[in-house]
Every structure is written in C-alpha cells, then in structure tokens.
C-alpha cells in the first residue's frame, strides 16, 4: 500500500464544515433581502454620479434612507434565522443591523449635525458594519460577504483618515462604494438562491 494516504480530517474539522454548510442553508431561505439590499445600493449609488446637483441635503436624506433599509434587511435576517445552530450568526446580523439604524437616525433625524460630524458618522458606519460582516463571514465561510466587510472597512478607514477632500467628495466616495457593495449583494443573493433552489447539493457547492 502507497504511503502517501492522505489522513482523514479530525472529527472537529468536519463538525465545524457541517456546521457551515447548516448556517449557509439557513442564511439561504432570505436570499431576496440581499438581492433588494444590493439593488438599493446600486440605485444610491448611481443617483448621486448621475445627478450631482440634487443638493447634499439631498443626498445625505437618501444616504440616511439606504442606512435604514440596509439595516432593516439585517434585522429582518436575523429574525427570520431561528436555527439554534446559527444563534452567533444571528447575534452578528442584529449588530449589523442595529449599527445601521443608528447612523441612519443620525443621518435624518439631526439634520444640524456639522459637515465633519456626518463624515465621522458615515465612516464609523462603515468600519462597525465591515467588522460585523467579517465575523459573519467567518461564521459562514463566505468569501463574498468577507470582501464586503472587507470594502466597508477601506472604504470608513479611508474616510477618518483622510478627510480633507470635502463632503462632497466623500459623498461620491460613498456613492462608488455603494455600487461595489450593490454588486457584492446581488452575487451573494444570486448564489444562496441557487443554494435555496438545491437544498440537497455537496458541501462544495454549498460555498458562498
């Protein structure tokens, strides 16, 4: 016999990739909500190149509205998660969520926060959120929500450290973010819809 079998992997690796296929089925059962996120996304995104004289005031009003229904999305997931094996994984959705209702009640709810009061508002969003994401991530074994929350961190670490350009200008920072973040949602939503479609596939095919 070769000597080169390969040893089986230990019983907790295989509990652990069990585990991640059991979240990822269970994540896939709202597939839509990142779908409709990462469309919501994309149509701020676009708005604000396509028409920059709608006002700041505008734009900020419509960037508070994308935090609300984001952060609603993630809410609604973690409601509707009610696996007990995925409890950790609803811990992360309710952070998330609750992180993005909050800037979005900054956002339109105190219209005489100052210019750099909103840039450090928006940026936290962004690096809370992005943490949030990457543990989920993590929990599910997906590589296209950790781009996510990889982008969401850039994206707010840029934002504190480098806030000279202006408002308007981090706005439009903001406005190609929320494109790439649209586009991520839409293949994460388009992947767990196949996943929802074929319950029964290998774990291979269970990867997001």
Known sequence: MSG????????????????????????????????????????????????????????LAFLGAWMLFDGMGSIYQAVKGGHPTG????TWLWIDGIISLA?????????????????????????????????????????????????NIVIGAWMLLRPGPGLLAVIWMVALEAIIMGAIMISLGWRLKHIHQNPHQDAGQTRI
């Open 4 to 59: 080169n079998t390969t040893p089986p992997p230990p019983e907790s690796m295989l509990l652990t990739g069990r585990l991640g296929m059991q979240l990822v089925r269970q994540t896939a059962g709202s597939w839509w909500v990142f779908m409709l996120r990462g469309v919501a996304a994309i149509i701020f995104g676009l708005l604000v190149f396509l028409f920059p004289g709608l006002g700041l005031m505008f734009i």
């Open 87 to 90: 409890e950790r994984s609803r």
């Open 103 to 151: 800037a979005a009640a900054v956002m339109l709810l105190a219209p005489g926060v100052s210019a750099i009061g909103l840039l450090v508002v928006t940026a936290a969003w962004f690096l809370l959120s992005g943490g949030a994401r990457l543990m989920l991530a993590f929990r599910l074994s997906s590589v296209l929500l950790g781009l996510l929350g990889a982008v």
